[in-house]
């Protein structure tokens, strides 16, 4: 392994093929990565931090769980943030950019604030696209994309686990018609994005059947949009006579799905079994740990991560700093497990998904940048120093990567050395 200073040298004398990258931290903000990437700290002990995007001058936007939106911008050329900029207010999860807007959403609305050239921060108070959004203060993010035909697609989670009644979690849940539930809940919904004031019942309910996706994004290539769906919680506390707490660790999974008009992913009557790569009916709904879902109801997953870990962001690789695998895979943000006690909590990662010549996921994926929890073992969330939330890749195909526990920013670069 070169000594730092020859790294040094070779990041400031890069090629003219490649813009000059900055100089990393020497132990890459604490990252553990993959040989030949490095990673510094662009900005740190910041609010939690949720969603960003990075705008094409290298203006990074990420938003706040809690409060507003803050604009980064490194000013001297170092790859560190030194003009930081907090503006807007109601906390959320989703945040994007497209054309002269700046899209981001609260738990409650959506709404776009109009940038101007060469400024950080807007001038003028947001425009609100979509407002009054069902929120029941559970699974309450509003995370959207923009799909290929230039409409916003805004996810609507379901506050409840499995539907389970006045029970809901507690022992003995017993899952409820969930028929008019899932007219407000638990899909995405389509609406137009230059249109201001709409409602839930303006958007088109384009898909149902989903506990809470907080994970959308449109591959630039196939133009589709592809979700993550966080599974449910506490099989064994809910039936323990059919579940004990391995099965409860392990169960169910994290899917990933491509969404499409009219999709039904099945919840709250099924989940999905990421060991024996089944799909089970609930117990709130019959279930005993065996009792098989009616085969082809529902879609089957393309990647069925571990439980519990929690998909946050999803940003596709069309750049070309990284080596050639990664163009036109997908990185997706793990912000970690809560409810795999008394078994070690799991997550704390980002992955990277390949895609094949088809455009698809291969069904595989790797650890690209792990340590955010700082430590091997930790028995709850608040153990992890860090928690990775959001991912975006920027204009010179560096990956940019934000933390819910601390407020930091990392920026992924590849050298080669």
């Known amino acids: 392994m ?29 990252l553990i990565l993959p040989p030949g990437f490095h990673a510094l700290v662009v900005a740190d002990k910041l609010k939690p931090l949720r969603g960003m995007t990075v705008a094409p001058n290298g203006d990074i936007y990420v938003k ?5 939106i803050y604009g980064l911008r490194d000013t001297d050329g170092d790859g560190r943030a030194d003009l930081v900029k907090e503006f807007g ?11 002269e807007w700046l899209y981001h959403s609260t738990d409650d609305h959506v709404f776009r604030y109009k940038l ?13 696209i979509v407002r009054d959004l069902p929120n ?18 805004v996810g609507t989670g379901s506050p409840s686990n499995a539907y389970g009644g006045k029970k809901d979690r507690a022992l003995g849940a017993t899952g409820e018609d969930p028929t008019e539930f899932l007219k407000t809940y638990g899909g995405y919904w389509r609406y137009d994005p230059g249109k201001l004031e709409q409602t839930q019942a303006d958007g088109y309910h384009f898909s149902t059947g989903h506990r809470h996706s907080t994970t959308i994004a449109l591959n630039p290539v196939s133009q589709q949009l592809f979700i ?9 506390t809910v039936a323990p006579q059919f579940y004990n707490d391995d099965d409860n660790a392990e169960n169910p999974a994290e899917v990933f799905h491509v969404l499409t008009d009219g999709a039904n992913f099945g919840w709250p009557f099924t989940y999905y079994d990421p060991r024996r790569h089944l799909r089970l009916l609930n117990p709130e709904f019959g279930g005993d740990g065996k009792k098989l879902a009616e085969p082809g109801k529902f ?9 519990h870990m929690s ?21 997706l943000a793990f912000q970690g497990s809560w409810n795999r006690a008394p078994k070690p909590q799991k997550g704390y990662q980002v992955v990277f998904i390949p895609f094949n010549a088809q455009n698809m996921p291969t069904g595989d994926y790797e650890t690209f940048a792990d340590n955010f929890a700082g430590k091997k073992v930790i028995a709850s969330p608040g153990d992890a120093t860090h928690r990775p939330h959001g991912v975006a890749v920027g204009p010179d195909g560096s990956l940019y990567i934000s933390d819910f526990q601390a407020g930091r920013v990392w920026r992924i670069i590849y050298t080669d050395q």
């Open 89 to 99: 207010s109601g906390g959320g999860t989703g945040i994007a950019l497209r054309g």
């Open 228 to 236: 993550a769906i966080h599974g449910r919680d506490q099989l064994s």
């Open 136 to 153: 029941r203060h559970q699974h309450s993010a509003k995370v959207f994309a923009f799909g290929a035909d230039g409409q916003l697609y």
């Open 116 to 128: 101007t050239p060469g400024e950080l921060v807007p001038a003028g108070p947001p425009e609100r």
């Open 64 to 68: 706040t769980r809690e409060a507003g």
């Open 2 to 30: 070169p000594k730092l200073p020859v790294l040094l040298a070779s990041l400031l004398f890069a090629t003219s093929a490649r813009a000059v990258l900055p100089i990393p931290d020497a132990d890459n903000g604490g």
């Open 311 to 331: 998909p946050m962001q999803l940003a596709f690789y069309t750049g070309t700093q990284f080596p050639a695998k990664y163009l036109n895979g997908a990185f």
């Open 299 to 307: 879609p089957e997953p393309l990647i069925a991560f571990p439980a």
